[in-house]
């Protein structure tokens, strides 16, 4: 089995800053993509930021040059630093990651999810 688990997530001031984790265990082989999304209640689940294995980068435009995604890969952990936070980036984040397992299976994984609410 796989499994993601975020951590980070909180309340925060408007302009303020939080970390978001993401690590995953289990019978893995490899990871490819890992990518971070965000949800808001009534709206579709939108991507925020994705990272591959090689380190390329991309970023939803709204969150651009103020978000950083970053990947450890030897603890299969990938991150989310988000500065100069915003009202409208309260949500629940939810990590992604595009796994091969020991069993030579292959599948996107999702977290359980990290509260991130920005108060004015």
């Known amino acids: 089995q796989v499994q993601l688990v975020e951590s980070g997530g909180g309340l925060v001031q408007a302009g303020g800053s939080l970390r978001l984790s993401c690590a995953a265990s289990g019978s893995i082989f490899s990871i490819n993509a890992m990518e971070w999304y965000r949800q808001v209640p009534g709206k579709q689940r939108e991507l925020v930021a994705g990272?591959?294995?090689?380190?390329?980068?991309k970023y939803a435009d709204s969150v651009k040059d103020r978000f950083t995604i970053s990947r450890d890969n030897a603890k299969n952990t990938v991150y989310l630093q988000m500065n100069s936070l915003k009202l409208e980036d309260t949500a629940v984040y939810y990590c992604?990651?595009?796994?091969?397992?020991?069993?030579?299976?292959?599948?996107?994984?999702w977290g359980q999810g990290t509260q991130v609410t920005v108060s004015s």
């Open positions: 990272i591959s294995s090689g380190g390329g980068t």
């Open positions: 992604k990651a595009k796994i091969y397992t020991k069993s030579f299976t292959r599948g996107d994984y």
